[in-house]
Antibody, heavy 114, light 112 residues
Framework: EVQLVESGGGLVQPGGSLRLSCAVS????????MHWVRQAPGQGLVWVSR????????NYADSVKGRFTISRDNAKNTLYLQMNSLRAEDTAVYYC???????WGQGTLVTVSS | DVVVTQSPLSLPVTLGQPASISCRSS???????????LNWFQQRPGQSPRRLIY???NRDSGVPDRFSGSGSGTDFTLKISRVEAEDVGIYYC?????????FGQGTKVEIK
């Protein structure tokens, strides 16, 4: 059974940091590009970042460039998103996604508020 | 960025009747490798999105055959041949031909 389990979300003050994790099982993690996609409350889906199978290529949306860092550990089947300098507009459910939407996690809620 | 525009944004449908959602992109979605990376997703209330269709017209495993995708270039369509109660939710098209990958605004399908 394919599983992507995100963790690390929560309430953080503006300017703060969080690290999201996504533990994967049920498919060959190292063979997939991995992505983070977010969804603000009541809003649509927005791609945040992606990372190549071996970490050699990384892209970010302009809105998070310089503040967020994506990484992966293929030995641990885990994807990460380090989020720094958080803003209110970063408030969203963050989904871990494999491939071009092949598999999705259940999401983890990040709330940035004072 | 490639802008992806869906219509309609709201789609009330009678059970058993067909439904159709349009998706248009601001640029051709034909990749240099010859493929067109246009996917469709369903998000049921309170759930994560799941992919229904990839590369215009290929159904994912377990997706009922009442769902079908078509189109080319910049114009694409998702059709549901006979809407069932479990089809209620928001449907998104997404282009993955160019970074950043972009989604349409979503189309809310509800039962009349």
């Amino acid at each position: 059974e394919v599983q992507l389990v995100e963790s690390g979300g929560g309430l953080v003050q503006p300017g703060g940091s969080l690290r999201l994790s996504c533990a994967v099982s049920g498919f060959t993690f190292r063979s997939y590009w991995m992505h983070w996609v977010r969804q603000a409350p009541g809003q649509g889906l927005v791609w945040v970042s992606r990372i190549h199978t071996d970490g050699s290529l990384i892209n970010y949306a302009d809105s998070v460039k310089g503040r967020f860092t994506i990484s992966r550990d293929n030995a641990k089947n885990t994807l990460y998103l380090q989020m720094n300098s958080l803003r209110a507009e970063d408030t969203a459910v963050y989904y871990c996604v494999a491939g071009l939407g092949d598999f999705w996690g259940q999401g983890t809620l990040v709330t940035v508020s004072s | 960025d490639v802008v992806v525009t869906q219509s309609p944004l709201s789609l009330p449908v009678t059970l058993g009747q067909p439904a159709s959602i349009s998706c248009r992109s601001s640029q051709s979605l034909v990749h240099s490798d010859g493929n067109t990376y246009l996917n469709w997703f369903q998000q049921r209330p309170g759930q994560s999105p799941r992919r229904l269709i990839y590369r215009i017209s290929n159904r994912d495993s377990g997706v009922p055959d009442r769902f079908s995708g078509s189109g080319s270039g910049t114009d694409f369509t998702l059709k549901i041949s006979r809407v069932e109660a479990e089809d209620v939710g928001i449907y998104y098209c997404m282009q993955a031909t160019r970074w950043p990958q972009t989604f349409g605004q979503g189309t809310k399908v509800e039962i009349k």
